[in-house]
């Protein structure tokens, strides 16, 4: 009935009809126990198949398990439950301890820890009060919060989150299209070939009876089934897909996984990729002000900017930002910000947004990542800021050696000094800062021409600047964590984790699975030629062939389970 099904929707060359043939026609030519044995056969490997990929699955969606199912929504005093897909912006919910946070809000009463180990896969929960903004997925784990709704449920971070993953599995590796292709022709071809068997020989060589060669034929065509491979090559992926993502490692398609194992360039960018994006400052003057003015005036020039020093100068300020004062605000990639404070424009940022602005500001300032004020074109001093190394970004740097990745390169916007000597600490090859966000695309095009015919270049980014670049790149990786929604949306990677060593380890998996795909490719053609020889020549009966076929697949889906890793606790599967 599942062969009749298929033939009507077009896939007549399946499994089922190979299966349906050789049963009836073994029945039909007396050969009672083969036909037996083919059917069940064929179904103790469709039980594997299935109990195979239903975990592997499963594995994958209770990681991404994260769908919130409703919303306590407030409507005057009282509380309504409400599918979070009805909720707007603007509206009013209640988070009570313990439950999943619905959409992306902003709280407005109750002081509470949430922990966004689902989103981050950081496991130290974070305190939350009013004034912080909170992203779906996130787990409310002390007090209740009121907040206020500050996107849609299709904008929230959580269902962004579902649908990459849900997406990665449509985006399909070469070697899956391949496989995909070599089916449909293959199948087709092996059943004229077991036509050609049962019926000539029996017409040319004298004394040949039909029965033997229809069954010979017969016994060709359950063997050359290709069900091993048509299942394997994409469980692998599956697979690989969903042992990373127990890393930390999202991966938005198989063609990214098989890609990543012929990484040859590693391109990091600096500021919250290598760097942990968090500055202290440390040092402070100020021409014609006090310390504390120019600081003020930073943070409110600031206020409006996500960029990592925007947010680490408004914590080094530490006073509640009055947003009635700013007006106007705008962000320069690269160079800083301009807003208009108490109806003075005021410019922060580096030495080009200086320049732009016209302001002269006598010497470039100290070594270091300096962080110029200038308040209506008059320069006012700077701040003297700096950033820490990641814990893991020299072994980050050493594993991508040991995996024999040809270059590293870093590029940063940063100022030159603070650039080399960041990687000279980390131990990257080359170094080009001062760079605006076009120069990065410039430099990693320039790049693209020293890899190989079939080697690929990798950018890890985090920040807006570092979007067109994540799309020019061959795989781009952004930071979840820190990183920008416009990196993370651009990029073919999401390392949950923030930690720049996750990719050597991507690089691992990725090389992994694709050695279990070509071990699954070679063994079970190997296998299938020889059998399918043996049949031909009828040594081999039908009830081996089918048992080769079975025996094959079965292997094959085992080995492709093994793409998944090893059964290590999920640190990242909200509890
Ligand atoms: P990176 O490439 O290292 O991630 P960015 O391109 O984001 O750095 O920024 C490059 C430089 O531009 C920074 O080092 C800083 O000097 C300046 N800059 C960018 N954004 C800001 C900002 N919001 N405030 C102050 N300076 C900024
Ligand atoms: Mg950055």
Redesign the pocket.
């Known amino acids: 009935m599942r062969a009749a099904g298929n033939v009507l929707r077009g896939l007549i060359f399946d499994e089922s009809l190979l299966m349906s043939i050789a049963s009836i026609g073994a029945f039909i030519i007396g050969e009672y126990p083969e036909g037996v044995a083919v059917m069940l056969f064929f179904k103790i490997g469709e039980l594997f198949q299935n109990s195979a990929v239903s975990k592997s699955r499963k594995s994958v969606a209770a990681l991404t398990d994260i769908r919130p199912d409703r919303a306590n929504l407030k409507i005057g005093d009282e509380l309504v439950e409400t599918d979070p897909r009805d909720v707007q912006p603007g509206d009013v919910i209640v988070i009570k301890a313990g439950e999943r946070i619905p959409l992306d809000a902003k709280v407005i009463a109750g002081n509470s820890v949430i922990d966004t180990s689902a989103l981050t896969g950081e496991s130290v929960p974070r305190s939350v009060f009013p004034g912080v903004e909170i992203l779906s997925g996130c787990v409310n784990i002390k007090g209740p919060l009121t907040a206020e709704v500050t996107k849609e449920y299709g904008e929230s971070a959580a269902s962004k989150i579902l649908d990459l993953t849900e997406n990665a599995v449509a985006k399909k590796a070469k070697t899956e299209n391949f496989i995909t292709k070599f089916a449909k022709y293959y199948t087709p071809v092996v059943v004229g070939l077991a036509a050609l068997i049962s019926v000539i020989p029996p017409l040319v060589i004298p004394g040949a009876g039909f029965s033997d060669w229809i069954y010979r034929g017969l016994t060709f065509l359950v063997i050359s089934c290709p069900c091993a491979l048509v299942v394997s090559v994409p469980l692998s992926f599956f697979g690989g897909i969903g042992g990373a993502s127990r890393k930390g490692i999202l991966v938005k398609g198989s063609n990214y996984l098989e890609a990543l194992a012929k990484t040859e360039i590693v391109v990091f960018?600096?500021?919250?990729?290598l760097t942990k994006g968090v500055f202290e400052v440390r040092e402070i003057r100020a021409v014609g002000m006090g310390k504390d003015e120019l600081t003020e005036l930073a943070a409110y020039a600031?206020s409006y900017?996500d960029?990592p020093?925007?947010v680490s100068l408004k914590k080094a300020y530490g006073k509640k930002i009055d947003t009635g004062r700013i007006n106007d605000a705008e962000?320069i990639?690269?160079?800083?910000?301009r807003a208009v404070v108490d109806g003075k424009t005021v410019a922060?940022?580096?030495v080009k947004l200086m320049e732009k602005m016209n302001v002269s500001c006598a010497d470039a300032g100290p070594a270091g990542?300096v962080?110029h004020v200038a308040a209506e074109g008059v320069y006012a001093g700077y701040i003297l800021i700096a950033d820490e190394i990641k814990k893991d970004a020299r072994k980050a740097i050493a594993d991508l050696k040991t995996a024999k990745i040809r270059k590293t390169v870093m590029?940063?916007?940063?100022?030159k000094d603070v650039g080399e000597m960041t990687a000279k600490e980390i131990g990257i090859d080359k170094v080009y800062a001062e760079?605006l966000?076009g120069d990065k695309v410039a430099k990693t095009e320039e790049l693209l021409l020293q890899r190989s015919a079939k080697g690929k270049l990798v950018y890890v980014g985090d920040?807006i600047?570092d979007a067109p670049v994540l799309a020019t790149a061959d795989i781009g990786v952004a930071m979840g964590g820190l990183g920008s929604d416009a990196a993370i949306e651009a990029s073919d990677v999401v390392i949950m984790t923030d930690e720049p060593s996750k990719i050597s380890e991507a690089v691992k998996i990725s090389r992994r699975t694709l050695g279990i795909v070509k071990q699954n490719i070679v063994f079970s053609l190997a296998v299938k030629f020889g059998v399918l020889i043996l049949a031909a020549i009828g040594i081999a009966s039908m009830g081996a062939g089918v048992a080769a076929d079975v025996g094959v697949t079965l292997i094959a889906v085992l080995n492709a389970t093994r793409a998944l890793g090893r059964r290590e606790p999920n640190k990242f599967l909200p509890n």
């Open positions: 960018d600096k500021t919250g990729t600031e900017s960029h020093i925007s962000e990639p690269g160079m800083g910000v922060a940022g580096n990542t962080v590029l940063t916007g940063d100022a760079l966000p920040g600047n």
